[in-house]
Structures are given as structure tokens and as C-alpha cells.
């Protein structure tokens, strides 16, 4: 949280980062990280210290609505900083032009048009279902998979729908992200062999959020339904780590974030003291 706060406050207040396409993308990637942390990390925060771990119906519906309104909205925002990679390294002359404001705020809301079609196609079923049987969740959170289990009535078809909706969707984009960021490399290898190391380095930290992201959902959705249960560590790696390391990753390794932090210290701390 307080990572992904700082980075959101950064991009928010420094006029240079603001106006700069990635790092807009960026603040709005954070909000996200920030959003899914708080409807799963409290609570299994609470559980930890009581011996009774219970969670209302609604409650368990509302966590599985907003992980994945946030998570295919997160989805969507990665393909958009890959296309703005892109036009940054490969069409650098037109990339105000294409990258315009109207370009970003357009694509924000699709992100989140996305997400919403993406956990409404699913949460739609969900909330017909009839419990009566076992309500043993045995995982931090509630998910689809596992609820799933619980109903009183065949699931086949939303087992189908959940691989080919949320598995599919999680594979399918991360395969687009992986060609996207090859074909950025193999063009800048073209234009000057150069100019690769400095597009690594660039790319490297958008590379290892993509992964961080996308690997533990692939796990989680693709194969959901198998004799073997969700591992609990995915879905930590997934609620909180992969939260925690975004921040990390893209101010450690950027220099222009850190003069940024230091400059918004300076006007606005510092003075104070």
C-alpha cells in the first residue's frame, strides 16, 4: 500500500511525470496493485489473529467481483504500457502524437470497461448459485475455483467459462505482451545495435512486472479444477508480493521517479520543517 501510494502521489503531483504518457500509465498501474491489496490483505490480515476465520456470502462475492474487475483491468493497462513501449521506442518522433491525452484517458477506461465485462461474465453465475453443502474455503481468499466447489448443483459450465474467461484471457494476453516486447527488441536490434542494450534496460522492468503479474494467474485459472489443490503461495505471490514489488521495481531501477520523489520533498516537506 504504501509503496504503490507513494508512486500514485509522485506521479499525481510532479508536473513532468504527469504529463509524460508512462509514468500516467504507470500512476494508474499502481492505483490498481493498491485496489487489489486492500480487498484481500485485510482480511486475511484479521484471520491470522482470530481462531474462527468466517466470511459472509456477499462478503466472499465481493472479494471475487473486485479481484477480478481490478485483474482484468490490470491486464488491459499492461498491454497499453507495452504499446506505448513501443511507440516510444520505435516511432520516437510521433510518440506525443500518438500518446496524446486523449489517447490515455480512452485507454484507462477501456482497461476498466474490460475489467467490468470480464468479472461481470462470470460473477452473473456466481451469485444464482446455490450453496447448501460443505462452505470451507481452503485458501487466504475467495476465488472462483474453490467457491465454485461449494455449489449444490453442476458446475461443468462455469468451470468451462472460468478456464476459458479468466485462464484463457490470463494466458492469451501474456503471450500478446511477450511477442509485443520481442518485436520492440528485434526492431531496435534492426534500426542500431546500440540502441538494444538501452531498450532492455527500459524494457527489463516492464518484463518482469508482465511476469510477476501473468504467471501466477495462468497457474490459478488455467488448470483450476485438477485433483490438486489452489496453492496457497500463488495466490499470496499474486494478492500481495507481486503488489509489493511493482513499486520496488520501477523506483529502484528509475532514475527519473527518484529525482521526482526528491523534487516533491524538497517543495513540499522540507519547507515545513
Known amino acids: 500500500m504504501g509503496g ?6 509522485t506521479v499525481t503531483f510532479d508536473s513532468h511525470l504527469h504529463s ?30 482470530r481462531e474462527k476465520k468466517t466470511i459472509t456470502l456477499w462478503g466472499c462475492m465481493a472479494q471475487m467481483f473486485f479481484l477480478h474487475f481490478l485483474g482484468g483491468s ?15 521506442i520505435c516511432k520516437p518522433l510521433h510518440y506525443t502524437a500518438i500518446m496524446n491525452r486523449r489517447v490515455l484517458l480512452r485507454s484507462v477506461l477501456l482497461s476498466w470497461a474490460v475489467g467490468f465485462v470480464h468479472t461481470m461474465s462470470q460473477m452473473v453465475f456466481m451469485v444464482t448459485l446455490p450453496f447448501c453443502g460443505p462452505n470451507v474455503v481452503d485458501n487466504i481468499f475467495c476465488d472462483l ?14 468451470e468451462l467459462l472460468v478456464i476459458a474467461d479468466s485462464g484463457l484471457l490470463s494466458f492469451i494476453c501474456f503471450v500478446l505482451l511477450l511477442i509485443s516486447y520481442t518485436v520492440i527488441l528485434v526492431t531496435v536490434r534492426r534500426q542500431s545495435s546500440g540502441g538494444l542494450s538501452k531498450a532492455l534496460s527500459t524494457l527489463s522492468a516492464h518484463i518482469t512486472v508482465v511476469t510477476l503479474f501473468f504467471g501466477p494467474c495462468i497457474f490459478i485459472y488455467a488448470w483450476p479444477f485438477s485433483s490438486f489443490s489452489v496453492d496457497k503461495f500463488l495466490s499470496v505471490f499474486y494478492s500481495v508480493i507481486t503488489p509489493l514489488l511493482n513499486p520496488i521495481i520501477y523506483t529502484l531501477r528509475n532514475q527519473e521517479m527518484k529525482s521526482a520523489m526528491r523534487r516533491l520533498r524538497i517543495q513540499h516537506v522540507l519547507p515545513q520543517q
Open 74 to 88: 490490470e491486464m488491459t493497462l499492461l498491454l497499453v504500457m507495452a504499446v506505448d513501449r513501443y511507440v516510444a
Open 20 to 49: 509524460t504518457p508512462m509514468y500516467f500509465l504507470l500512476g494508474k498501474l499502481s492505483f490498481l496493485d493498491m485496489c487489489i491489496s486492500t480487498i484481500t490483505t485485510p482480511k486475511m490480515v484479521t484471520d491470522f489473529l
Open 145 to 158: 475455483p474453490l467457491v465454485l466447489k461449494l455449489a449444490c448443483t453442476e458446475t461443468y459450465v462455469l
Open 4 to 9: 504503490n501510494l507513494l508512486i500514485v502521489i
